[in-house]
C-alpha cells in the first residue's frame, strides 16, 4: 500500500511537472510568436552578415595561430643558432638534433596554417561575395537610412581590386655551416619560387605574343592609310595663266608634306603597373623601370616588347636560381652520405 | 640628291658610342594602273582623264639613339620615285626625298619632355618639266609633352614652316604654325583590347608671295578669269584644321575619323572649308593574310565660286561646292621573314554626281616590302 502511494504520489508528481512543462511550452510558444512580432527574423542581410562575420573571426583565429607558431619558430630558430656557436660536444650534438626537429615539426605546422588561412580566406571572399549579392538584391527596394546602411556594408564587403603580389625570391645562398635538413628546406622553397617564375615566363610569353597580333594589325592598318595618302586624291585643276584656281596642286602640297604631329619616341613600356611590382625583386631595376613607364605606352609593338624583356629577364634568374639550387642540394647530398 | 645621300650615310653609320638604339630599313617596290592619273575632273566633251600604268619605288631608313639618361633622338630618311612606263602621259615623273629629325628630353620624374623636329619634304619633277605637284615643304617646330597615365598624353608645339610650289613662286608661301594633340585610352579590358581618342588641332598663318586677289565682278555676272582682280597686297590664309579619331584595338583593328579644315583666305576664291570622314577596319585572314577596307567621304565647300578651266575645250566651270568619296580594299600577305606582298584597289568619285564635272577614279596597285629592323621593330 505504502509503495502503491508512493508509484501514485510520484506519477502524480510527474505529471504535474509534464504539465506545467507543456504550459512553459505552450507559454513559450504564445509568446514566441509575440516575440516574433516585435523582434523580427532576421533578414537575408543579416544572416549574410552572420556567415560574414563567423568566416572572419575564423579566419581571425587561424591567424592568431599563425602568429603565435611564427613567434615560436623565430625561438627556436635562435636557440638553433645559439647551439651552433657553441663548442662541438655530445650534449651539444644531441641538444642541436633536437631543437632541429622541432623547428622542422613547427615549420611543417607553419606550413599547414598557412594552408588554413588560405581556405579561410577563400572563405572570406565567398561570404562576402554571397553577401554583397544579397545586398544588391535588398537595394532595389531599400529607401532612406536603411539604404545608407546596405551602400555602407556593401564597401566594406565589395571585393577589392587583387593586390599586385610580389614574387619573393628565397635566400640562395648557400650556408656552409647549415645542415642538410635546412638545406632541403631552402632547396624545396627555391624549387616553389621557380615554379612562380616558370608561370610568369608562360604568361609573359602569351602576352607578348597576343600584343604581337595586335601590333601585327596596327601595322597593316597603318600601312593602309598611307598608301591612301599617297592617292593623292584631291583633284588637279588643269587651269590656265589665271590664278583663280587657287588650291591648284597645293591640296597635294599640304597632304604630302609631313605633318607635324607626334614623332614618338617613348619609351618601350610594360603593359601593367602590376607586373612590375611583381617582378620588383626578380629582374634589374632598369627593366622594373621600364615595366613602370609602359602603361603610358598605348602602341601594342611597345607593349610586346617589354613583355619580351621582362620574360627574358626572369628566364634568367630563373636560369640563375636553378644553378643555386642544385648546388645547395647537391651540399645536402654530401652532407648526407654516409 | 647628293645630300641625300650623305644624309643616309649619315644615319646608317651613326657611331653606336652615341647610344644607338634599334634601327628600321624599308624597300618597296610596286605597279599600278591609275585610271585618272592626272585627277582631273571633267566635263562632258572636254578634256577626258587618262589612264597610265606606272611603277612606284621608296626606300626608309630610320634610326634611334640616346643621348644620355634623358635625351632620345630619332631620324628617318626616305628617298622615292614615281613613274609612268608607258602612254604618253608626261609631267606625271617624280622623285621624291623626305628628312625628319627629332629629339626629346624629358624632365623632372618623365611627366614632362622637350621636343625639337625638323622635316623636309621634296618633290622633284622628272623630265625637265615643273609638274603640278612639284613641291619642297620644310619646317622646325619645338614643342612640350605631357604624360599621364595610362596611355594619356598631351602635345603642344610651335614652329615655323615654308612652302615653295615649283611650278608656281606666287604658291609659295612661309608661316606659323601652332599645333595641340591630345591622346588618351578610354577603355581598357582585361584580355587588352582598348580604346584610343585622339583629338588635335592646328593654325597656320600663310604668307605667301603673290598678291591676293579681290573680286572684280558683279553678284550676277557669270565667273570668268577676269573676276579675278590682283591688289597690291601680299595674299595671307589662315588655316584651322580640328581633327578626332577614335580607334579600337583588339583582334581587329577599327578606326573612325573626323577632320575639319577651314582656310580662311585673304585673297578671293581661295577659302574654303573641307569635312573628311573616315572609316577603316584590319582583320587578320589567317594563315598570315590581313585585310584592310576603308571609305572615306570628302565634302569641300567654297565660300567664293572656285572656277575650274579646261585647256581643250577653254571654257570654266564655277562651282560652290565639291564631293570626292571613296572606298579602297587592302589585302597583304606576310611572306616571311622580311617580306610582304600587297595589293590594293581604291575608287573615288565625285558623290554629288553634279551635271558640271564629273571625277572618277580607279586604282589597282601590287606590290613587295621588305623590311628589316634590328632587336626590335617598335624603335621610332
Keep these: 500500500m505504502l509503495f502503491l502511494g508512493l508509484v501514485m504520489r510520484a506519477s502524480i508528481l510527474a505529471l504535474a511537472i509534464c504539465l506545467a512543462g507543456s504550459a512553459g511550452v505552450a507559454e513559450a510558444q504564445r509568446a514566441r510568436p509575440a516575440a516574433s512580432r516585435v523582434g523580427q527574423a532576421p533578414t537575408p542581410v543579416e544572416r549574410a552578415a552572420a556567415v560574414v562575420a563567423n568566416a572572419e573571426a575564423a579566419r581571425a583565429q587561424v591567424v592568431a595561430e599563425r602568429a603565435q607558431l611564427a613567434r615560436r619558430y623565430e625561438a627556436e630558430l635562435a636557440e638553433v643558432d645559439q647551439l651552433k656557436r657553441q663548442k662541438p660536444s655530445w650534449r651539444r650534438d644531441r641538444a642541436l638534433r633536437g631543437k632541429l626537429a622541432s623547428s622542422l615539426e613547427t615549420a611543417r605546422a607553419l606550413d599547414a596554417v598557412a594552408a588554413r588561412l588560405k581556405r579561410a580566406d577563400a572563405d572570406v571572399v565567398r561570404a562576402r561575395a554571397a553577401a554583397v549579392v544579397t545586398i544588391d538584391q535588398a537595394l532595389i527596394t531599400a529607401t532612406g537610412p536603411r539604404r545608407v546602411e546596405l551602400e ?3 564597401r566594406v564587403w565589395a571585393p577589392a581590386p587583387a593586390a599586385p603580389r610580389k614574387i619573393l625570391i628565397p635566400d640562395e645562398r648557400l650556408d656552409p655551416l647549415a645542415d642538410p635538413e635546412e638545406l632541403e628546406l631552402q632547396a ?26 595586335m601590333a601585327a594589325l596596327r601595322r597593316q592598318h597603318e600601312r593602309a592609310e598611307e598608301l591612301a595618302l599617297r592617292d593623292e586624291s584631291d583633284p588637279r585643276r588643269i587651269g590656265t595663266t589665271a590664278r583663280g584656281g587657287g588650291n591648284e596642286g597645293l591640296a597635294a602640297a599640304d597632304d604630302g608634306a609631313p605633318a607635324p604631329g607626334e614623332h614618338d619616341l617613348s619609351d618601350p613600356g610594360l603593359d601593367s603597373r602590376d607586373l612590375a611590382t611583381a617582378l620588383a625583386d626578380v629582374v634589374d631595376p632598369s627593366t622594373v623601370d621600364a615595366l613602370r613607364r609602359a602603361e603610358r605606352s598605348t602602341d601594342p609593338a611597345a607593349r610586346a616588347a617589354a613583355a619580351r624583356r621582362a620574360r627574358d629577364a626572369v628566364r634568367a634568374r630563373l636560369t640563375t636560381m636553378r644553378t643555386k639550387r642544385a648546388a645547395i642540394e647537391g651540399r645536402a647530398r654530401e652532407l648526407r652520405a654516409p | 640628291m647628293r645630300v641625300v645621300a650623305a644624309l643616309v650615310a649619315l644615319v646608317v653609320a651613326a657611331p653606336a658610342a652615341a647610344g644607338a638604339e634599334p634601327w628600321r630599313a624599308r624597300v618597296e617596290v610596286g605597279a599600278e594602273v591609275d585610271s585618272n592619273v592626272r585627277r582631273i575632273a571633267v566635263v562632258p566633251g572636254g578634256r577626258r582623264a587618262e589612264t597610265a600604268p606606272l611603277v612606284r619605288a621608296l626606300a626608309e631608313v630610320r634610326r634611334a639613339g640616346a643621348a644620355g639618361d634623358r635625351t632620345r633622338w630619332a631620324m628617318r630618311v626616305s628617298g622615292g620615285s614615281r613613274a609612268v612606263v608607258a602612254g604618253g602621259v608626261v609631267g606625271e615623273d617624280l622623285l621624291i626625298a623626305a628628312v625628319d629629325v627629332a629629339g626629346e628630353r624629358a624632365g623632372p620624374g618623365d611627366d614632362v619632355s622637350a621636343l625639337v623636329r625638323a622635316t623636309h619634304y621634296d618633290v622633284f619633277p622628272v623630265g625637265g618639266e615643273h609638274g603640278a605637284r612639284a613641291f619642297a615643304s620644310s619646317g622646325v617646330d619645338l614643342g612640350v ?7 594619356r598624353t598631351a602635345t603642344v608645339t610651335g614652329g615655323v614652316r615654308r612652302l615653295d610650289y615649283k611650278p608656281d613662286p606666287d604658291f609659295d608661301w612661309t ?17 587588352e583590347r582598348w580604346l584610343e581618342l585622339t583629338a588635335g588641332y592646328r593654325v597656320e598663318r600663310r604668307g605667301y608671295r603673290g598678291r591676293a586677289f579681290t573680286d572684280g565682278c558683279a553678284p550676277a555676272e557669270p565667273r570668268t578669269p577676269a573676276c579675278f582682280v590682283p591688289t597690291r597686297q601680299p595674299r595671307t590664309d589662315l588655316q584651322h584644321v580640328g581633327a578626332v579619331e577614335l580607334t579600337y584595338t583588339g583582334d581587329a583593328v577599327l578606326s573612325a575619323g573626323y577632320q575639319l579644315v577651314l582656310n580662311d583666305s585673304a585673297s578671293f576664291g581661295s577659302s574654303y572649308q573641307r569635312h573628311r570622314l573616315s572609316l577603316s577596319v584590319t582583320r587578320g585572314l589567317g594563315a598570315r593574310w590581313f585585310a584592310t577596307a576603308t571609305v572615306t567621304g570628302q565634302p569641300d565647300r567654297f565660300r567664293d565660286p572656285l572656277l575650274v578651266t579646261d585647256d581643250l575645250t577653254m571654257t570654266f566651270t564655277s562651282i560652290d561646292d565639291e564631293n570626292r568619296s571613296g572606298a579602297a580594299v587592302r589585302v597583304a600577305r606576310t611572306l616571311g621573314g622580311s617580306w610582304e606582298l600587297e595589293a590594293r584597289y581604291a575608287f573615288q568619285a565625285d558623290a554629288s554626281g553634279g551635271d558640271d564635272l564629273r571625277y572618277r577614279r580607279h586604282l589597282v596597285y601590287a606590290g613587295l616590302t621588305w623590311e628589316r629592323a634590328t632587336v626590335d621593330p617598335a624603335a621610332p
Design chain 1, 152 to 154: 555602407r556594408r556593401r
Design chain 1, 188 to 213: 624545396a622553397a627555391l624549387r616553389d619560387a621557380e615554379a612562380e617564375l616558370g608561370r610568369e615566363v608562360a604568361r609573359l610569353e602569351q602576352q607578348a605574343a597576343r600584343y604581337d597580333r
Design chain 2, 145 to 151: 609633352r605631357l604624360r599621364g597615365g595610362a596611355g
Design chain 2, 175 to 191: 608661316g606659323q604654325v601652332a599645333a595641340v594633340r591630345v591622346s588618351d585610352e578610354l577603355w581598357r579590358a582585361a584580355d
